[in-house]
Every structure is written in structure tokens, then in C-alpha cells.
């Protein structure tokens, strides 16, 4: 990965964990509870939402050592005693984020289109920069710049999504799984809380998340290639 792509995948992580939080604090106001609202973090500006962290440190990491770009930022507050049905709500707040994600990549993957349609040219130069057929054309081309952008946003935004839709405490599939959850397994379940981060990074050295994302890379390279 070239220094321009390295900068275009950081960028477009930034603006998709902007629209993660934001969709979080906005789905909490429409539930009852303005407290992200009325922070400021129903915002599209990302300085409300960095983490040192995982907005910054991590993705860094990640792109030096060639692995899928991924991170997240400031958790937007939510006081559950001002949702009108806490578990119930909070399941769709919870979803709400990796909802925002997974349409931002498809909103991405038919600006694609739409290019390719615009001009034969770019489903080209995808096609031989994805297979390593070609590097970064000379000089100024909009659409295909423009494209390897959507491209990104498409696959950071996938993997995005899919990672925090894992079902560990803190992540959002947590928050999905236990709005199903009876009230006393929900608590049974809370209690890995403490060791969530932990199990997150285990099996990230194990190669899962690798695992589970492989499908949708492969799923969004056919729909480019189509």
C-alpha cells in the first residue's frame, strides 16, 4: 500500500466512524434520550468523535503491519433511564451505527457504478490497481480518484461494520444480542464486559476477524469486477 492509498484508507476511516457515532447519538434522540444531542456528538465534524486510540494509534498500526484498517472512536453517552423501553431501545441504538456503515459501503459501491457507467475507463483502471496489475496512474485523473475512494469507503465501511457487530462487550452486537436476551441472562451476559477488549484482541492475533471479513472483500471485489 503507497503512501496515497494509506492516506485515502485513514481518511475515509475517519469520515465512517463519524457516521458510526452519529448515527448512534441520532437513533438515542429519536428514542427519547438527547444526552449525545445535546454534546454536540450528532455531529458529522469527526474532531468530536477521536479517540487517541482507536481513531488514531490503531489504524496507524494496522496500516504499517498491511492489516484490514479498522478502529473507533469516543462511545457517544447514552442514559438509558430517559429511553421510553431501555432494552428495547437500546438494541436499535446499538444497531443504528453498523446500519449507518453498511449503507455509507453500499451508497459506495453504486457511486462505483455510476462511474463506470460515466466512463469505461474506470472500471479499468479498478480492475488493474486492485489486482496489483498497475499502480497509481500519472498526472490528474478525477474519476479514477474519485473511485478509489468509493472503493474504500466501501470496504473500510464493510469491515466497520462487521467488527462491531461482533457480540463482545463493549461492541454493538453485544447491545444488539442482549435486546433479545431475558433480563437475567442479559446480566448473566454484561459480565464480560470487563474482559471484552481482551477477547477482542485475542481473537484478532487469531486471525477471526480476518476470517469473517475475507467473505464480504470477496463480495465486494465481484460487484466491482462486474
Same mark, same amino acid.
Given at each position: 500500500?503507497?503512501?496515497?492509498?494509506?492516506?485515502?484508507?485513514?481518511?475515509?476511516?475517519?469520515?465512517?466512524?463519524?457516521?458510526?457515532?452519529?448515527?448512534?447519538?441520532?437513533?438515542?434522540?429519536?428514542?427519547?434520550?438527547?444526552?449525545?444531542?445535546?454534546?454536540?456528538?450528532?455531529?458529522?465534524?469527526?474532531?468530536?468523535?477521536?479517540?487517541?486510540?482507536?481513531?488514531?494509534?490503531?489504524?496507524?498500526?494496522?496500516?504499517?503491519?498491511?492489516?484490514?484498517?479498522?478502529?473507533?472512536?469516543?462511545?457517544?453517552?447514552?442514559?438509558?433511564?430517559?429511553?421510553?423501553?431501555?432494552? $428495547?431501545?437500546? !438494541?436499535?441504538?446499538? #444497531?443504528?451505527? +453498523? *446500519?449507518?456503515?453498511?449503507?455509507?459501503?453500499? @451508497? &459506495? =459501491?453504486?457511486?462505483?457504478?455510476?462511474?463506470?457507467?460515466?466512463?469505461?475507463?474506470?472500471?479499468?483502471?479498478? $480492475?488493474?490497481? !486492485?489486482?496489483?496489475? #498497475?499502480?497509481? +496512474? *500519472?498526472?490528474?485523473?478525477?474519476?479514477?480518484? @474519485? &473511485? =478509489?475512494?468509493?472503493?474504500?469507503?466501501?470496504?473500510?465501511?464493510?469491515?466497520?461494520?462487521?467488527?462491531?457487530?461482533?457480540?463482545?462487550?463493549?461492541?454493538?452486537?453485544?447491545?444488539?444480542?442482549?435486546?433479545?436476551?431475558?433480563?437475567?441472562?442479559?446480566?448473566?451476559?454484561?459480565?464480560?464486559?470487563?474482559?471484552?477488549?481482551?477477547?477482542?484482541?485475542?481473537?484478532?492475533?487469531?486471525?477471526?476477524?480476518?476470517?469473517?471479513?475475507?467473505?464480504?472483500?470477496?463480495?465486494?471485489?465481484?460487484?466491482?469486477?462486474?
Amino acid at each position: 500500500m503507497n503512501f496515497i492509498t494509506i492516506v485515502i484508507s485513514l481518511f475515509v476511516l475517519l469520515f465512517a466512524i463519524t457516521i458510526h457515532e452519529a448515527a448512534h447519538g441520532w437513533a438515542a434522540a429519536k428514542f427519547g434520550d438527547f444526552t449525545a444531542q445535546n454534546l454536540g456528538r450528532v455531529s458529522l465534524n469527526p474532531i468530536v468523535h477521536i479517540d487517541p486510540i482507536g481513531t488514531v494509534l490503531l489504524p496507524l498500526l494496522l496500516v504499517i503491519v498491511g492489516a484490514p484498517v479498522f478502529g473507533w472512536a469516543k462511545p457517544v453517552p447514552v442514559n438509558v433511564f430517559n429511553l421510553r423501553n431501555p432494552r $428495547r431501545d437500546n !438494541l436499535w441504538i446499538s #444497531a443504528a451505527g +453498523p *446500519a449507518a456503515n453498511l449503507a455509507t459501503a453500499v @451508497l &459506495s =459501491l453504486a457511486g462505483i457504478a455510476v462511474l463506470k457507467a460515466l466512463s469505461p475507463a474506470v472500471g479499468f483502471f479498478l $480492475r488493474n490497481f !486492485l489486482l496489483g496489475r #498497475a499502480g497509481l +496512474p *500519472a498526472g490528474f485523473y478525477p474519476l479514477e480518484g @474519485l &473511485s =478509489l475512494i468509493l472503493f474504500f469507503g466501501a470496504l473500510v465501511n464493510s469491515y466497520l461494520a462487521v467488527f462491531n457487530l461482533m457480540p463482545i462487550p463493549p461492541l454493538d452486537g453485544s447491545g444488539v444480542l442482549m435486546g433479545f436476551l431475558s433480563e437475567e441472562n442479559a446480566q448473566k451476559y454484561d459480565r464480560l464486559r470487563p474482559y471484552g477488549f481482551m477477547i477482542i484482541l485475542g481473537l484478532i492475533y487469531l486471525g477471526f476477524l480476518r476470517l469473517i471479513i475475507r467473505p464480504i472483500e470477496m463480495l465486494i471485489y465481484r460487484l466491482i469486477f462486474a
